[in-house]
């Protein structure tokens, strides 16, 4: 069966600071890829998705920017942290080649940004 | 691009009491997806619409899709405090052309019931 996991499950970070938050899949190949970030009591925003190694999208300009260095492997990253970037961050993924298929969560990072 | 929105945004009911949340799309979608977050949890996958005016159940929830696949609704029947979360619509996160799986989600409808 496939698991996802995300750490680490919360953070504390300075303004200023770097962060760098890790996804990884196992029991699946080739899954699209997706960040997502929920402020307290709203709806998911996506920030980024992967359809194979080294390819990534942005689907809004922010402070941050993510890679995937393996398949099943992703990372969201910034430089340098701001007071705004805090929120829960999300991995999620799905069966790649359809927009038929439901995408399968992680259990969250919760960030908090001071 | 696509928009889903997603009324009410908040619901509190008694327990034993009916809820329903509405998903009213921008375009037509080939199909809707329902998902439940618990409080401090991650949204999990409930079910999949994907025919016109199609309508499928999970023990007391109903899920309906619109005639012209562009609204979709989730009704739950006496309401225990077991269904208390955010419930979220989504549908496919593209206007024309492949969506790489992406979907676009409503605000989604928090739920608090009282025992």
């Known amino acids: 069966s496939q698991t996802i996991h995300q750490w680490p499950a919360t953070l504390v970070q300075p303004v200023g600071s770097p962060l760098s938050l890790e996804c990884t899949v196992e029991g699946t190949s080739n899954p699209n890829l997706y960040w997502y970030r929920q402020a307290a009591g709203r709806g998911l925003q996506l920030l980024f998705y992967s359809v194979g190694i080294g390819q990534i999208s942005s689907e809004v300009p922010q402070n941050l920017s993510a890679s995937r260095p393996q398949d099943r492997q992703f990372i969201l990253s910034s430089k340098k942290l701001l007071l705004s970037d805090s929120g829960f961050y999300l991995c999620?993924?799905?069966?790649?080649?359809?927009?038929?298929?439901?995408?399968?969560f992680g259990p969250g990072t919760r960030l908090t940004v001071l | 691009g696509q928009q889903v929105m997603q009324i009410p945004q908040y619901q509190h009911v008694q327990e034993g009491e009916d809820f329903t949340t509405y998903c009213n799309s921008s375009?037509?979608?080939?199909?809707i997806q329902w998902y439940k977050q618990r409080p401090g949890g991650h949204p999990v996958f409930l079910i999949q619409?994907?025919?016109?005016?199609e309508v499928k159940k999970q023990k007391r929830l109903t899920f309906q899709f619109g005639e012209a696949k562009k609204n979709s609704s989730l009704h739950i029947t006496a309401t225990q405090t077991t269904d208390v979360g955010t419930y979220f619509c989504a549908g496919p996160g593209y206007a024309g052309g492949t969506s790489y799986g992406k979907l676009t989600f409503g605000q989604g409808t928090i739920l608090t019931v009282h025992p």
């Open positions: 999620a993924w799905s069966i790649s080649g359809s927009s038929y298929n439901e995408q399968f």
């Open positions: 619409l994907v025919k016109s005016g």
């Open positions: 375009t037509t979608l080939s199909n």
